[in-house]
């Protein structure tokens, strides 16, 4: 399971990359802007302060523009705002709700951070049950691991299945208990475990897992083998059966039990917690996670008091973005953006994006740092802006990209060649027919070398 955090933004093109988050010693960096060929040298450094340099001359801006999208017929909806003022700059269809497939996590990255806020942390616990018995109870962290120790020493870098069974053995065995059953506990989430609306391949080819409370590895069958795509039909029986091993590793006889609520007020084992909600988020848009994308929502709904379900995360987290003054536009049935039925403007993706960036919102800023890189991270790595015609945005441009069929959108930000930080929502594609997301990448370069001001 490949769960890096890729936590670098080129702030001198072809000399230099800028640390903008904590180092998460989850995998090895990227290679430095040095040592790509791809970047103009002549780039301008992107000025610290958002509100630097002058906004571009929106005429000059859509004669950029308008040509690489095909006018007025062009098949994309697009928007460009000043990040700071957040005025609009260039305007094609930019209110029409669209299918934004991926870039709906922006709307859920943003919505945990300001609800759950950028420190919390999601706990897996053991607690006595009944008839000798444990419970193991999920909270909803998708990325716990039964994986390993990496070699070197020191504890995995997400919450580790093992110390869990570590913590729990050495409290049985205090109190003279050496045999147990192990039953789970997913009464955190409520409703089914996929969307109605999901294509039904989505889950036997390995989207994502069922969406449960209670997962390990993401309910990968073989999360350290090279095909690791395929997802256990019952995450939680199978985290109950991995535990029970465990237990026994360490000398507690164990036998996985079945699913219950756990007794309340029960006595705690053990408990482990997920990395904070930070790193979670810049993870799903790195890696665009659509695991932890509907673990994120799910939690929304967990803090505001809703049922963490579908339905209740999707109405939590148009309540979250209400409260901040950016839900116009937005309409959401999950957290990942695998339902063809979510619907979310241009302008709504550049003002969510736009907030997010925000110096006044630093809990947001896990968002910023989480966004691809353009020619160098996550979903915008290799091949794309490595042609002569989106080239120019590569090391500049940040944005989170979405795919479903017949569908292509793109939304981030961009400073330009005057310094000015823009934002950008390009949404292409009606579900029916092909869609080239090089087109997007050649739009959002345009933004980046736009010296329009």
């Not at 006044?360 to 989480?370: F, K, M, N, S, W």
């Amino acid at each position: 399971m490949s769960l890096s955090l890729l936590i670098v933004f080129t702030v001198v093109a072809g000399v230099a990359v800028a640390k903008l988050t904590p180092q998460r010693h989850l995998s090895p960096q990227p290679p430095g802007v040095a040592e790509r060929d791809l970047v103009r040298a002549s780039a301008v450094v992107p000025a610290a302060d958002p509100a630097a340099g002058r906004p571009p001359n929106a005429s000059v801006l859509a004669g950029r523009l308008t040509p690489l999208i095909g006018g007025p017929g062009g098949k994309v909806n697009a928007v460009v705002i000043d990040a700071v003022t957040r005025r609009p700059l260039f305007d094609m269809r930019a209110g029409q709700p669209a299918t934004p497939a991926s870039t709906t996590k922006l709307a859920t990255s943003v919505a945990v951070l300001a609800s759950a806020g950028p420190r919390h942390r999601i706990t897996t616990k053991v607690v006595r049950g009944a008839g000798g018995g444990i419970v193991l109870v999920g909270g909803g962290d998708p990325t716990l691991t039964a994986l390993p120790e990496r070699p070197g020493g020191g504890r995995p870098p997400y919450a580790s299945l093992s110390e869990l069974a570590k913590q729990t053995a050495a409290q049985l065995k205090s109190s003279g208990v050496s045999r147990t059953r192990v039953d789970y506990d997913t009464s955190a989430y409520q409703g089914p475990r996929a969307a109605a609306s999901w294509k039904p391949n989505y889950l036997p080819d390995g989207e994502l897992a069922p969406v449960t409370a209670l997962t390990v590895d993401e309910g990968r069958v073989a999360p350290a083998g090279s095909e690791h795509k395929t997802r256990v039909g019952n995450p939680p029986a199978a985290a109950s059966a991995t535990f029970a091993r465990m237990l026994s590793r360490y000398g507690v006889a164990a036998k996985a039990g079945r699913m219950v609520n756990a007794p309340k007020g029960a006595a705690q084992l053990g408990a482990v917690q997920s990395p904070p909600v930070s790193a979670l988020v810049e993870h799903l848009l790195t890696d665009s996670d659509n695991d932890v994308a509907e673990a994120m929502a799910r939690q929304v709904a967990i803090k505001l008091g809703r049922p963490a379900s579908f339905a209740g995360a999707a109405q939590a987290v148009h309540e979250v973005l209400g409260r901040l003054g950016v839900a116009d536009g937005v309409q959401v049935n999950d957290g990942s953006g695998l339902s063809p039925l979510n619907r979310i403007s241009p302008v709504a993706l550049a003002r969510i994006v736009s907030l997010a960036a925000n110096p006044d919102r630093p809990d947001l800023r896990a968002v910023i740092t989480g966004l691809p890189i353009a020619g160098f991270s996550g979903t915008l790595g290799p091949p794309r802006y490595t042609v002569p015609a989106s080239q120019g945005g590569a090391g500049i441009v940040r944005a989170k990209t979405g795919t479903l069929s017949g569908v292509s959108t793109l939304a981030g930000i961009a400073f330009d060649a005057d310094g000015r930080l823009l934002a950008f929502a390009f949404m292409a594609g009606d579900g029916k027919t092909p869609v080239d997301p090089g087109k997007l990448d050649r739009l959002a370069a345009a933004v980046a070398t736009c010296g329009c001001g």
